[in-house]
């Protein structure tokens, strides 16, 4: 969302930088942020609205810029809340998005620690449960899983892509805005929170990185790749996008 350079720049007016406005006219409130930049441009991060604005644009030209853009602000917000409400959430009562289901987190004092998923729980066993002890359990849990199938699989691939000999390692790491990362040494990185996804997202997933070992970059070449073993990848692509938010941890 951009907005071309306003046709009567006001530099002499006042420039309450990074103050809260709260016209009568808006449901929601905004800050203003001064850049260097041309345009204005509005950015919605969970409940805030912020405007970056170029210096020379005055507060009233802001506030009509964003009177003007107010049906989309206010869409961008419910949706937001929406996902903020999808959230992963591992506490007793929580929810998690385990293989495209909407599970309640139980804490089930147990001397083992284990999981065990149910038509609608997803209880997490140990003792002494709070939720820093749950998050260690099913980082355990994920990680096992992962590291039981995502080498084999991607070694396996990368052998029939004829790449075999490019794959260095597959390693597990928690980023937070990364399911996978293939390096030019042929060091292939998984998100171990990938295995709350479905199977089928994580296959994607799979080919998608072990595809980077003969191109690196996301050119139509690698996407031939791609599709040549996994030819509706565009259903995962478009599912991640919709439901990834729901799987962060
Ligand atoms: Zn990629």
Not at 135 to 142: M, S, T
Request: glycine letters at 4%.
């Amino acid at each position: 969302m951009t907005h071309s350079n306003p046709a009567q720049p006001n530099p002499s007016s006042a420039n309450p930088d990074q103050s809260l406005l709260s016209p009568d006219s808006l449901p929601f409130e905004y800050s203003i942020t001064r850049a260097p930049r041309k345009t204005m441009v509005i950015h919605v991060r969970h409940a805030d609205v912020e405007v970056r604005a170029p210096q020379f644009v005055s507060t009233r030209e802001i506030r009509e810029f964003v009177t003007r853009h107010r049906e989309w602000v206010v869409k961008k917000l419910a949706e937001k809340a929406g996902q903020d409400a999808q959230r992963l959430s591992l506490t007793d009562g929580g929810n998690i998005f385990y293989k495209a289901r909407s599970l309640t987190v139980r804490y089930v004092a147990d001397t083992r620690e284990h999981i065990v998923v149910t038509d609608r729980d997803f209880c997490i066993h140990g003792r002494r449960l709070n939720d820093d002890v749950a998050a260690r359990i099913l980082q355990r849990w994920l990680l096992m899983q992962a590291r039981s199938i995502l080498p084999a699989r991607a070694r396996a691939l990368a052998g029939y892509l004829q790449a075999g000999p490019r794959l260095k390692e597959v390693v597990f790491r928690k980023t937070r805005t990364k399911w996978g990362h293939c390096t030019a040494s042929g060091r292939i990185q998984f998100n171990w929170l990938i295995m709350l996804a479905p199977d089928a997202i994580i296959d994607y997933m799979i080919c998608h990185e072990v595809s980077h070992l003969l191109h690196m970059n996301h050119s139509r070449r690698f996407w031939a790749v791609v599709e040549s073993v996994c030819p509706d990848y565009r259903v995962y692509v478009k599912w991640l996008k919709k439901h990834e938010h729901r799987l962060w941890l």
